[in-house]
């Protein structure tokens, strides 16, 4: 059974950085797409950000592709997403997901979700 943890939340600043990480374990993740999303509050869950596992390609949702960089450790089994340039807006609870197959930025092709982590933006 995979199992995704998420950590690394916080409060920062507008204009400051995070980092995320999500460690994956109970599997082989070869075959699969690992990805971000975030859910405001009175808000529908939204794609962030994916990577192919097995070659480290990336996909990023449009409000966050010139800010945000994810990443992925294969020894670790652990996977990033590096927040620059925070914005209020971008103030959610961030999910770790996954899936095997390619990237489909839509919350319910996605088999495995962690707890979340929350993420405030604010001054």
């Known amino acids: 059974q995979v199992q995704l943890v998420e950590f690394g939340g916080g409060l920062v600043q507008p204009g400051g950085s995070l980092r995320l990480s999500c460690v994956a374990s109970?599997?082989?993740?070869?075959?699969?797409?690992m990805a971000w999303f975030r859910q405001a509050p009175g808000k529908e869950r939204e794609f962030v950000a994916a990577?192919?596992?097995?070659?480290?390609?990336?996909n990023y949702a449009d409000s966050v592709s010139v800010r945000f960089t994810m990443s992925r450790d294969i020894t670790k089994e652990l996977v990033y997403l590096q927040m620059n340039r925070l914005k209020p807006e971008d103030t959610a609870v961030y999910y770790c997901?996954?899936?095997?197959?390619?990237?489909?930025?839509?919350?319910?092709?996605?088999?495995?979700w962690g707890q979340g982590t929350q993420v405030t933006v604010s001054s």
């Open positions: 990577i192919r596992w097995s070659d480290g390609a990336t």
């Open positions: 109970g599997g082989t993740f070869s075959g699969h797409v």
């Open positions: 997901a996954a899936r095997i197959g390619g990237v489909i930025p839509k919350d319910w092709v996605y088999d495995y």
